[in-house]
């Protein structure tokens, strides 16, 4: 029998996006943008310093720039400019001790000849560049020496070319006489097309004829002159900084030592034909920066050139990283640049990112108002009030014994009897019922229940319940400023939300309107409140909001009356016959006196109410108690952080007349 060995190996999944990760987690960023929406920021910019702060399991765009910042920190700090001049004074010096080495020991030579020799050697000039070109001439009577001061040609060659094509130095290594003509020819070439592209003369088969024959020394494998320019573009402009980096004294060093590559004028004359073209072709890039370096760490010419661009690089991603550019997204990120400088982990971050704002863009939570501003769509709205009614769920769940309640529409109690479902009803289903009109229909139909039933809406049938009041609720909410300075302002405005889902979702025979009262009070729909900036004018007009309330309450005079009041000030402000308002501190007599009669007002037309106070306000204090005794009402003290649990929990008690609310009323 033969067995075979099979073995697997596994690894990172590099096909782009991991097709098994999670999708990206939008309850998150959408609770975080309302608490900024909500604080009178945009959603635009909510959502902006959402990514800018990042998640609880991911970075944000701070922390990676902040990463690209001290990379880039990193690489100035580590390395130092003059490792070329470093390696040709080690290949000098050598040299030279080898060549002295031989005068010595050749007892054939003449003297004159060997102290004219030693002579030079002794006297070469301290500038390393132009001791090199003074022994361009001699004649080498070491072989190692010879071979010594061959190899600094050599390698002036490689680095000089490594400037300008990444990964030269080290393939041009043991060079043979072939390989340079093989260079020297692909230059001739290069030059030739980039000559024809500036005329405007070259063709696509000019491009496809340099790359059939000269590919190899391209590894970013371009697909067109313009890439081909672009990745010479980048290189040639980050050795061109590269010098700019130096001392003057080690650019003319430098400059001098050019001479000597591979012993070839030549070279460095088709290398100065390639910039200047590639300045004209790409003016935009920058030839003419420079960084200071502090390290300690010699870089060589092609490195230091390499280093360059990834500064450049990394220059290029923190820009986009700012996001600060007008039209920016999140698609913008070069995915590979960032893999390249900080890791593949900080790609998958930004990644995730990316996605986030997708689907808050495209996926339906934010749209377009007639400005073309961002605006938390209905979609939003509900998925936030959802959240928050939860939330509020959990603290009533505390308050009740740390009971798990659930929030619900609770119609009165069951009767014992069921009846067709229709669209609107609230009433939990009667699944015994329900099952078995599916099961004889699907008889009916001449299935066979027991390969499996299929519900339709017909089949649904919920339990009766005994009849229960409709309620007409009118939540007034302080809009003063003193709401925003005291830090109650997003919390008023995630109970309006709350208490907002709740009726919609679970009580919608009930009717809610939100009415907001600073200087002066108006009606609003929850999108409208939700966005409301921070108001910094004085005056609380909780006057005009009862007229308001009063109105909204004989639109709907089957219902039973609900007043909700949140506020942290005594009333400051009334409105006047001509629709003036009228604002005086301390608060005016007659301000109080036209608030307590409209007050009066609606207790007399059996308005259940509730105040919820905030702060510690003695005025107030004394202003509330005053006037729930007057409509048999109720006074609650939250604080900011219960205000939604206190709101909801006031709404339902109202519903059920003060009979305790438990998990049979509550269906979240």
Same mark, same amino acid.
């Given at each position: 029998?033969?067995?075979?060995?099979?073995?697997?190996?596994?690894?990172?999944?590099?096909?782009?996006?991991?097709?098994?990760?999670?999708?990206?987690?939008?309850?998150?960023?959408?609770?975080?943008?309302?608490?900024?929406?909500?604080?009178?920021?945009?959603?635009?910019?909510?959502?902006?310093?959402?990514?800018?702060?990042?998640?609880?399991?991911?970075?944000?765009?701070?922390?990676?720039?902040?990463?690209?910042?001290?990379?880039?920190?990193?690489?100035?700090?580590?390395?130092?400019?003059?490792?070329?001049?470093?390696?040709?004074?080690?290949?000098?010096?050598?040299?030279?001790?080898?060549?002295?080495?031989?005068?010595?020991?050749?007892?054939?030579?003449?003297?004159?000849?060997?102290?004219?020799?030693?002579?030079?050697?002794?006297?070469?000039?301290?500038?390393?560049?132009?001791?090199?070109?003074?022994?361009?001439?001699?004649?080498?009577?070491?072989?190692?020496?010879?071979?010594?001061?061959?190899?600094?040609?050599?390698?002036?060659?490689?680095?000089?070319?490594?400037?300008?094509?990444?990964?030269?130095?080290?393939?041009?290594?043991?060079?043979?006489?072939?390989?340079?003509?093989?260079?020297?020819?692909?230059?001739?070439?290069?030059?030739?097309?980039?000559?024809?592209?500036?005329?405007?003369?070259?063709?696509?088969?000019?491009f496809r004829e340099f790359m059939s024959r000269h590919n190899?020394?391209?590894?970013?494998?371009?697909?067109?002159?313009?890439?081909?320019?672009?990745?010479?573009?980048?290189?040639?402009?980050?050795?061109?900084?590269?010098?700019?980096?130096?001392?003057?004294?080690?650019?003319?060093?430098?400059?001098?030592?050019?001479?000597?590559?591979?012993?070839?004028?030549?070279?460095?004359?088709?290398?100065?034909?390639?910039?200047?073209?590639?300045?004209?072709?790409?003016?935009?890039?920058?030839?003419?920066?420079?960084?200071?370096?502090e390290g300690q760490e010699g870089l060589g010419l092609g490195?230091?050139?390499?280093?360059?661009?990834?500064?450049?690089?990394?220059?290029?991603?923190?820009?986009?990283?700012?996001?600060?550019?007008?039209?920016?997204?999140?698609?913008?990120?070069?995915?590979?640049?960032?893999?390249?400088?900080?890791?593949?982990?900080?790609?998958?971050?930004?990644?995730?990112?990316?996605?986030?704002?997708?689907?808050?863009?495209?996926?339906?939570?934010?749209?377009?108002?007639?400005?073309?501003?961002?605006?938390?769509?209905?979609?939003?709205?509900?998925?936030?009030?959802?959240?928050?009614?939860?939330?509020?769920?959990?603290?009533?769940?505390?308050?009740?014994?740390?009971?798990?309640?659930?929030?619900?529409?609770?119609?009165?109690?069951?009767?014992?009897?069921?009846?067709?479902?229709?669209?609107?009803?609230?009433?939990?289903?009667?699944?015994? @019922?329900?099952?078995?009109?599916?099961?004889?229909?699907?008889?009916?139909?001449?299935?066979?229940?027991?390969?499996?039933?299929?519900?339709?809406?017909?089949?649904?049938?919920?339990?009766?319940?005994?009849? @229960?009041?409709?309620?007409?609720?009118?939540?007034?909410?302080?809009?003063?400023?003193?709401?925003?300075?005291?830090?109650?302002?997003?919390?008023?405005?995630?109970?309006?939300?709350?208490?907002?889902?709740?009726?919609?979702?679970?009580?919608?025979?009930?009717?809610?309107?939100?009415?907001?009262?600073?200087?002066?009070?108006?009606?609003?729909?929850?999108?409208?409140?939700?966005?409301?900036?921070?108001?910094?004018?004085?005056?609380?007009?909780?006057?005009?909001?009862?007229?308001?309330?009063?109105?909204?309450?004989?639109?709907?005079?089957?219902?039973?009356?609900?007043?909700?009041?949140?506020?942290?000030?005594e009333p400051t402000a009334h409105l006047l016959a001509d629709?003036?308002?009228?604002?005086?501190?301390?608060?005016?007599?007659?301000?109080?006196?036209?608030?307590?009669?409209?007050?009066?007002?609606?207790?007399?037309?059996?308005?259940?109410?509730?105040?919820?106070?905030?702060?510690?306000?003695?005025?107030?204090?004394?202003?509330?108690?005053?006037?729930? @005794?007057?409509?048999?009402?109720?006074?609650?003290?939250?604080?900011?952080?219960?205000?939604?649990?206190?709101?909801?929990?006031?709404?339902?008690?109202?519903?059920?007349?003060?009979?305790?609310?438990?998990?049979?009323?509550?269906?979240?």
């Open positions: 029998m033969v067995v075979h060995n099979h073995s697997s190996r596994y690894g990172r999944y590099r096909g782009g996006p991991d097709p098994l990760a999670p999708p990206v987690d939008l309850a998150e960023a959408l609770d975080a943008m309302a608490d900024d929406v909500m604080a009178g920021y945009s959603p635009r910019h909510a959502l902006q310093e959402y990514l800018r702060r990042g998640g609880r399991n991911h970075e944000g765009l701070d922390a990676l720039a902040g990463r690209v910042q001290q990379r880039r920190s990193e690489l100035l700090s580590r390395h130092r400019l003059d490792g070329t001049l470093s390696e040709v004074q080690k290949l000098l010096d050598t040299a030279v001790l080898e060549e002295r080495k031989q005068l010595a020991r050749d007892v054939t030579m003449d003297d004159t000849d060997r102290a004219l020799r030693e002579m030079q050697l002794q006297n070469l000039p301290s500038s390393t560049a132009a001791a090199v070109n003074e022994l361009a001439s001699y004649d080498w009577q070491s072989s190692s020496a010879r071979e010594a001061y061959e190899r600094i040609k050599d390698l002036l060659g490689r680095e000089v070319l490594d400037q300008r094509f990444a990964g030269m130095k080290q393939a041009l290594k043991d060079a043979t006489v072939e390989d340079r003509a093989a260079v020297s020819e692909m230059l001739r070439d290069l030059n030739d097309l980039l000559g024809k592209h500036r005329r405007g003369e070259d063709t696509d088969a000019d190899h020394f391209f590894p970013e494998n371009p697909q067109s002159v313009e890439e081909l320019v672009d990745a010479l573009a980048q290189r040639a402009a980050a050795a061109q900084r590269l010098l700019q980096s130096m001392s003057q004294e080690q650019r003319d060093e430098l400059m001098r030592l050019s001479a000597q590559a591979f012993g070839s004028p030549e070279l460095m004359a088709q290398l100065d034909q390639l910039d200047s073209s590639l300045r004209a072709l790409r003016p935009g890039e920058d030839w003419t920066g420079s960084e200071r370096f490195d230091g050139t390499g280093v360059l661009q990834d500064i450049a690089e990394l220059d290029e991603l923190a820009e986009q990283l700012s996001q600060s550019y007008s039209g920016s997204r999140l698609d913008d990120l070069d995915l590979d640049a960032l893999a390249r400088q900080l890791g593949q982990s900080a790609a998958v971050t930004a990644r995730t990112l990316g996605e986030i704002e997708r689907a808050m863009q495209d996926g339906g939570y934010l749209r377009r108002d007639a400005d073309n501003d961002l605006k938390l769509s209905p979609q939003a709205m509900r998925r936030l009030g959802r959240s928050l009614l939860r939330d509020t769920a959990k603290q009533l769940s505390g308050r009740q014994g740390g009971r798990d309640t659930r929030v619900a529409g609770a119609a009165g109690e069951q009767t014992g009897s069921s009846r067709q479902w229709e669209f609107g009803d609230a009433e939990p289903w009667d699944v015994t @019922r329900t099952m078995t009109n599916a099961i004889r229909r699907t008889m009916a139909d001449g299935g066979d229940p027991s390969r499996g039933v299929r519900l339709g809406v017909g089949d649904i049938e919920v339990t009766e319940t005994e009849a @229960r009041t409709q309620a007409a609720v009118a939540l007034l909410v302080d809009v003063s400023f003193s709401m925003a300075a005291e830090g109650r302002w997003v919390p008023m405005k995630r109970t309006a939300l709350a208490l907002h889902h709740l009726v919609s979702t679970r009580f919608r025979g009930d009717r809610l309107q939100l009415i907001t009262f600073g200087r002066y009070a108006q009606a609003m729909d929850i999108g409208e409140l939700t966005a409301l900036p921070a108001l910094r004018e004085q005056g609380t007009n909780l006057h005009h909001g009862l007229l308001l309330a009063g109105r909204f309450f004989r639109q709907h005079p089957s219902m039973q009356p609900v007043l909700l009041v949140v506020t942290d000030g629709g003036e308002t009228w604002f005086a501190w301390p608060p005016d007599t007659e301000t109080i006196r036209v608030t307590v009669a409209e007050l009066d007002r609606l207790g007399r037309a059996g308005t259940q109410a509730t105040f919820f106070r905030l702060g510690d306000d003695p005025g107030l204090e004394r202003f509330v108690q005053r006037m729930v @005794r007057r409509i048999d009402g109720r006074v609650v003290a939250p604080e900011a952080g219960d205000l939604g649990a206190a709101v909801v929990g006031e709404y339902l008690r109202a519903h059920f007349r003060g009979r305790p609310y438990d998990d049979a009323d509550w269906a979240f």
